[in-house]
């Protein structure tokens, strides 16, 4: 049952510690904490109908697409010279990233690993962002379970594309931890999210050939990048430096911010044009330029 009395509501995003945005929602549609998070979905005047967890916003029905084809296109194009592709998205429980995965002809697998199976479930109700066709897809499996539990019960699975949908990596909590003394039989922060352990189950899951491509949080020109772009400084760190991959980044207005992206493989040499899937609202040649273009400001110190 919607409320329909305006609110504001103030987001305080972990890798933003020095602001907070507040969203002026003229509708709530649906509120609840599931076991796992506090979800809030509302209309916007402005970005239309947004889902919040635990106060942060996730998306909004105005740029969705402008996140999602982000997220997924440019590291599905690079690594489109293998055919039969299978793909594991961890977390997108909005089902956008499941929906422009699967708009790759040659993909014949797909396994979407969200914690929050509740969470699916009122996506699907109130969001609709993925239609019917896309849960129906017979080469999407859904597991709404915790992926550190998926990794050990599927240990021999191996992907050409894992894509992380996850919440953003906290880097500050991340670098704060000494990982060489953490008990790696252990199941506590040893296994967190965005830790060392972590990437590297998630690079062991991967074929030979395979890439990753995750979303690293709000990035900002200038100044120290472990501060202005701290989650992605955090991402390449745990690829290696990032030396074989490749960042980029977009504006999406409704999280106020450019928001970046890394994916562990070199953009690939074809048309982009005439590998991409037809049916994009956002990604295309300009598109890719744009994102993968970082003027030197960017990385201007006195800035």
Same mark, same amino acid.
């Given at each position: ?46 970005? $239309? ?22 997220? =997924? ?18 977390? $997108?429980?909005? $089902? ?29 109700? /109130?969001?609709?962002?993925? $239609?019917?066709? =896309? ?18 019960? /599927? ?21 704060? =931890? ?36 995750? /979303? ?32 980029? +980044? ?27 899937? +037809?049916?994009? +609202? =956002? ?21």
């Amino acid at each position: 049952m919607s409320t329909p009395a305006p609110i504001w509501f103030k987001e305080e995003a972990c890798s933003s510690p020095s602001a907070s945005t507040a969203y002026l929602l003229k509708e709530i549609l649906h509120q609840t904490q599931s076991k796992f998070c506090a979800i809030t979905i509302g209309v916007s005047e402005l970005w $239309g109908r947004c889902l919040f967890l635990d106060t942060e916003i996730q998306s909004s029905s105005s740029d969705e697409a402008i996140y999602h084809e982000h997220l =997924v296109h440019p590291v599905m194009a690079a690594t489109s010279d293998k055919q039969g592709r299978s793909v594991l998205i961890i977390g $997108g429980g909005e $089902g956008a990233t499941a929906r422009e995965v699967l708009k790759w002809d040659d993909v014949t697998k797909v396994d979407m690993v969200d914690i929050d199976g509740e969470l699916i479930e009122i996506c699907k109700e /109130h969001l609709k962002w993925a $239609g019917e066709e =896309v849960y129906s897809d017979k080469r999407l499996t859904i597991y709404p379970q915790d992926i550190r539990i998926f990794f050990d019960e /599927h240990k021999l699975e191996k992907y050409d594309v894992v894509l992380m949908d996850l919440t953003d990596p906290d880097a500050e909590e991340l670098s704060a =931890v000494d990982w060489n003394s953490i008990d790696e039989d252990a199941q506590g922060l040893d296994y967190a999210l965005y830790g060392p352990r972590f990437w590297k189950i998630i690079q062991d899951s991967l074929h030979a050939s395979g890439a990753i491509a995750s /979303h690293v949080g709000p990035v900002s020109p200038g100044g120290d990048a472990s501060v202005r772009r701290a989650g992605l400084e955090w991402c390449k760190k745990m690829l290696g430096g990032g030396e074989e991959g490749e960042a980029y +980044k977009v504006g999406i207005s409704s999280f106020q911010s450019d928001w970046g992206f890394f994916m562990s493989c070199k953009r690939g040499t074809k048309d982009l044009e005439a590998v991409l899937p +037809k049916n994009l +609202k =956002v990604y295309d040649k300009d598109a890719e330029t744009m994102a993968f273009l970082w003027p030197k400001y960017w990385f201007d110190k006195n800035l």
